[in-house]
């Protein structure tokens, strides 16, 4: 079993930038995914961003050019994959959920608020 803990929501206004966190309660190796989502009030869950354990990464088109998925390698007893967020939208206000997927399995957290004011 892992948590994932996101942490890194807030206010901005328009234009402004955020960056999220995700934190793995324990160290993950070999073959895996990890990824956030977003939802916002009344639409579904939609991806945002993917890195695969090994370094590729993919990127929903709306947020392309602005959100950078990258993961940071400082304790080895734990996994951190981060979305740094630039220029934000209005259309950016969601939910964000992070996922891992590791053996055919899917690990969520809890989410975090995104609110980004005109």
């Known amino acids: 079993q892992v948590q994932l803990v996101e942490s890194g929501g807030g206010l901005v206004q328009s234009g402004g930038s955020l960056r999220l966190s995700c934190v793995t309660s324990?160290?993950?190796?070999?073959?895996?995914?990890m990824a956030w989502y977003r939802q916002a009030p009344g639409k579904q869950r939609d991806l945002v961003a993917i890195?695969?354990?090994?370094?590729?990464?993919?990127?929903?088109d709306s947020v392309k050019g602005r959100f950078t998925i990258s993961t940071i390698s400082t304790d080895s007893a734990k996994n951190t994959v981060d979305l740094q967020m630039n220029s934000l939208k209005p259309e950016d206000t969601a939910v964000y959920y992070c996922?891992?997927?590791?053996?055919?399995?899917?690990?969520w957290g809890q989410g975090t608020q995104v609110t980004v004011s005109s």
């Open positions: 324990r160290s993950i190796g070999g073959l895996y995914i």
């Open positions: 996922k891992l997927g590791l053996f055919s399995r899917e690990y």
């Open positions: 890195r695969t354990s090994g370094g590729s990464t993919t990127y929903a």
